[in-house]
Nanobody, 111 residues
Framework: VQVVESGGGLVQPGGSLRLSCAAT????????MSWYRQAPGKERELVAS????????YYVDSMKGRVTISRDDVKNTVYLQMNSLKPDDTAVYYC?????WGQGTQVTVSS
C-alpha cells in the first residue's frame, strides 16, 4: 500500500487549495481514506475522512463548511478541497489508508 500527497503550498488567508492523494496497492474503492494534519508543536489530528462504497464523510469541527473531501475511484485518488484558509490551518497534511501514510504536503497560510 502506498499513498502520495501533492498540492500543498503557500496561500494567503482566505485562499483555497486542493490537495490530492494518489493510492496504490489495494482495491481503492473498498476502503476509507483520511486526511490528517500536524501543526508545529501540536499532535496530529484527523481533518476529514471518506468511506469506501457509499462515500460517507466526516469533518473535524474546526474545518466544517470550509473543507470537502472527495474520491475518484477510477483514478484511485482522494482530494481535500480547502477554502477560506486561515493561518491556523498551517500544517503538514497527510493522507492515510489501510495503515499506510504518505510523506505529507506542507500547507502554509500566511500573508
Amino acid at each position: 500500500v502506498q499513498v502520495v500527497e501533492s498540492g500543498g503550498g503557500l496561500v494567503q488567508p482566505g485562499g483555497s487549495l486542493r490537495l490530492s492523494c494518489a493510492a496504490t496497492g489495494f482495491t481503492f474503492s473498498n476502503f476509507p481514506m483520511s486526511w490528517y494534519r500536524q501543526a508545529p508543536g501540536k499532535e496530529r489530528e484527523l481533518v476529514a475522512s471518506i468511506s469506501g462504497l457509499y462515500g460517507n464523510t466526516y469533518y473535524v469541527d474546526s474545518m466544517k463548511g470550509r473543507v470537502t473531501i472527495s474520491r475518484d475511484d477510477v483514478k484511485n485518488t482522494v482530494y481535500l478541497q480547502m477554502n477560506s484558509l486561515k493561518p491556523d490551518d498551517t500544517a503538514v497534511y497527510y493522507c492515510t489508508a489501510r495503515g499506510a501514510w504518505g510523506q505529507g504536503t506542507q500547507v502554509t497560510v500566511s500573508s
